[in-house]
């Protein structure tokens, strides 16, 4: 297409850059490869790859079918409800995507564990207990429902969000049942989304670290990540590790490549606009009962991290010097990184943009995907397998490691906010743009900036908020100069010292939040102030 | 002279390929007609040279262009709708037309005298969304005078128009043509806005166009 702006240098870029990102991947494949193959057979391994690969897979795929379920239910409710705080409401629902595991896996139980909320209310009412449904699978299955339920949601709210106006007016003169509403605007709307959504929420289960670690409770319920970590940091057994990392990047790698195939699923992170629709009163009274259900289900772990944080150990966590220097180690990693995935997915998507050939699109689309093909622990352990065998110092490269890690680690997700934009704009206004003769700086500067503020802004606090909360690559590598807040609250559950626990969680929790719902609207004002 | 010459053309799987030849002079509007699918925009893109012919030439005043790039050519564009950046001021949006090295001052001083010349002095400040479809043309037009290139392609400038603003755009586009010598080649298939304003007329038909 000539339409397009010619733009060789941003091509040039983008496939440099995704020539290095394919490169580090290659590196730390080939580092853990070579320790498979070096590493002394250090006595039998008693690491079951096959029990841990079926439990893994029934947690994931039990995950995605509760989640897809419990994320159509409430995006209906929220597409039929009209009420004050409701864009609030969608706003925390989105949030969900940064909130960092640990924080909801201590939020669970201290409401759904033996000493938890529903417990006591429970016994303090009928005098019966309802154990422990905090740990074990049930556990995680809550955890993660709770977060990939509310993800999910909020995509699917944006397909319903989408249905046209006049669709649904010559709806509404049907005077269509809920029902029939249902099954002829609404499922066809998000049906083309579910595959690839379900894809992804299977992933991010299946590779799931902070919640299976602290609620998983043992060997039963690991996933092959939790394993992985066991087996270096428990066990010293880096030859189960590396044949357990190869086992991860196998299957994720089919999930992916199977993914592609898939129709592509939108990041949906704006503000949410419905047509109203009058529905019948029964259909109306089930919205408001789902909504409240989930609002409780996704609100109430989360407001417990905060009462339990704020109230117990928070004056005595901030009189301790390590606090404030895993805060400062926290800020300056999440910043660090949000700047580098920044750079990579504009890199990435600018060049992607200005490519005509579909086969220069699918090779500049490919580094984002690296991540979940690698996930965090993974990556983590080549990391470390990778500067171990260039003679270096794991402590010496722990930064470097964790920065760049979590840089990818956001990468899928910032590709999917910027790509699809910036695609639209060089598509719909290249003639423009090319007869013009604009140069790629000014077409930057006038014309995708000023657009895409809100989006920058989204990129940087996903990625921000990602690298916060890590634990999955931190915990391979931090030692004791090098600690994060995620990392310093788990070694203080370690220790049981759980108020410290708790006030760490609530202030990351308070960070993540803050973080995505002010930075968008930062860049959002910036880059108008540009116009 | 802007002169067409056997340009030919065809999209992928396309069996008779568009031929193209007509010529157009300065200070003239050259008006092209056809049904709605006729290639009367593919004609305007092979023009701007968004799309690459087969075979044939384009000159202007003697010189074949058919090879330069988009940017190259001595061409201005006004499309029916999204001919300004919604999210730019009016002034903003005419000073696209300079190179970016041209000093603030003179840029200033241009886009002034522009934005007067189509009769919005006064609205460099405002923002290109908060338009309406008239002025955006003219801002369009304005930007035009700007880039000070010969020829000039409208694709269905105003069908998006209202009739009052309609009849001030067409005169605006006879005016701004005979004053500046543009060619100006404007694709229309309302045949009063051709009566208005066309010195010629080509029917487009069965990919060839003929003289009316
Ligand atoms: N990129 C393209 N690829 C293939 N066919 C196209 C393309 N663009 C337009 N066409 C076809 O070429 C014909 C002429 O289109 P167009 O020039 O837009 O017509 P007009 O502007 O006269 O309405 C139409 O049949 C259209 O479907
Ligand atoms: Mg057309």
């Known amino acids: ?531 | 002279m802007l002169v067409v010459d056997r340009l030919t053309f065809a999209y992928r799987d396309q069996a008779t390929p568009y031929q193209f030849s007509f010529d157009a002079k300065p200070g003239e509007i050259t008006a092209i007609s056809g049904p709605s699918g006729s290639g009367k925009s593919t004609l305007l893109d092979l023009l701007a040279g968004f799309l690459s012919p087969v075979s044939g030439t384009i000159a202007t005043n003697g010189t074949n262009i058919v090879r330069l790039p988009p940017e190259q050519r001595p061409v201005s564009l006004l499309l029916q709708t999204e001919s300004l950046f919604e999210h730019l001021t009016a002034a903003r949006n005419v000073a696209l037309g300079l190179s970016p090295k041209t000093p603030r001052t003179e840029t200033k001083v241009a886009v002034d005298a522009a934005l007067n010349e189509v009769g919005l002095s006064g609205f460099g400040a405002r923002l290109a969304a908060g338009l309406s479809g008239g002025q955006k043309q003219r801002v369009a037009l304005a930007r035009t005078l700007l880039r000070a290139r010969p020829v000039l392609l409208l694709d269905e400038p105003f069908s998006a128009l209202d009739d009052g603003t309609r009849g001030q755009v067409r005169s605006l586009v006879v005016r701004l043509t005979s004053f500046h010598c543009w060619h100006t080649i404007l694709v229309s298939h309302h045949i009063d806005d051709i009566n208005a304003v066309a010195h010629r007329h080509y029917r487009l038909d069965n990919q060839k166009l003929a003289l009316v």
């Open chain 1, 1 to 531: 297409m000539q339409s397009l702006p010619q733009r060789r240098n941003r091509i040039v870029i983008s496939l440099t850059l995704a020539a290095l990102i394919t490169g580090v991947i290659a590196a730390v494949l080939w580092a853990i490869l070579a320790a498979a193959t070096t590493v002394s057979d250090s006595g039998s391994s008693r690491i079951d790859i096959l029990h841990l690969l079926r439990m893994t897979s029934i947690q994931a795929g039990l995950t995605t079918l509760i989640s897809l379920l419990v994320g159509t239910a409430l995006a209906w409710a929220l597409n039929r409800l009209r009420f004050p705080g409701r864009n609030m409401l969608i706003g925390i629902f989105s949030a969900a995507i940064v909130t960092p595991g640990m924080v909801v896996a201590f939020g669970m139980l201290s409401i759904w564990g033996r000493s938890g909320w529903i417990n006591q209310a429970s016994l303090a009412m009928f005098n019966v207990s309802i154990g422990n449904p905090a740990f074990g699978l049930s556990g995680i299955l809550l955890a993660h429902v709770i977060l990939d339920g509310a993800f999910a949601a909020r995509i699917l709210l944006a397909r319903l969000d989408s249905i046209p106006q006049e669709r649904l007016k010559t709806g509404q003169s049907l005077n269509l049942s809920p029902w029939t509403r249902f099954i002829i605007l609404d499922w066809q709307a998000m049906r083309g989304t579910l595959p690839g959504l379900a894809a992804i929420i299977f992933l991010l289960a299946f590779t799931s670290f902070p919640i299976v670690l602290l609620l998983g409770g043992g060997p039963a319920n690991q996933t092959l990540e939790v394993a992985i970590y066991a087996a270096v940091r428990q066990d010293f057994d880096l030859r189960g590790a590396v044949l357990l990392a190869l086992t991860q990047i196998g299957v994720c790698s089919i999930i992916i490549f199977s993914a592609a195939a898939l129709p592509a699923v939108p990041s949906s992170l704006g503000p949410s606009s419905t047509k109203s629709w009058r529905d019948r009163a029964w259909a109306l009274g089930l919205a408001w009962i789902v909504l409240g259900l989930a609002t409780l289900g996704f609100v109430l772990p989360l407001a417990s991290v905060l009462v339990d944080g704020l109230a117990a150990g928070l004056i005595n966590l901030l009189s301790t010097v390590s606090f404030w220097h895993a805060s400062a180690t926290s800020l300056i990693v999440g910043s660090i990184s949000a700047l580098l995935t920044l750079t990579f997915t504009l890199a990435l998507s600018l060049g992607r943009s200005a490519s005509a050939s579909q086969q220069l699109r699918i090779v500049l689309g490919l580094p984002a995907y690296a991540y979940l093909a690698v996930p965090a622990v993974v990556l983590s352990l080549g990391g470390f397998l990778l500067v171990r065998s260039m003679g270096i110092a794991p402590g010496a490269a722990a930064p470097y490691v964790v920065v760049f890690a979590n840089a990818l680690l956001a990468l899928p997700f910032a590709v999917a906010t910027l790509g699809p934009p910036l695609d639209t704009i060089a598509r719909s206004r290249g003639k423009l743009i090319r007869s013009l003769g604009l140069s790629s700086w000014q077409q930057f500067k006038l014309i995708e900036y000023p657009l895409l503020g809100r989006d920058v802004g989204v990129v940087l606090a996903l990625s921000f908020c990602f690298s916060l909360g890590d634990l999955g690559v931190i915990a391979l590598f931090g030692t004791q100069d090098f600690t994060t807040l995620p990392l310093l609250m788990f070694r203080a559950l370690g220790a049981y010292r759980s108020d410290d626990a708790a006030a760490i969680a609530a202030i990351l929790l308070i960070g993540t939040i803050a973080a995505f719902e002010a930075l968008p609207r930062l860049f959002e004002r910036l880059a108008h102030a540009r116009r």
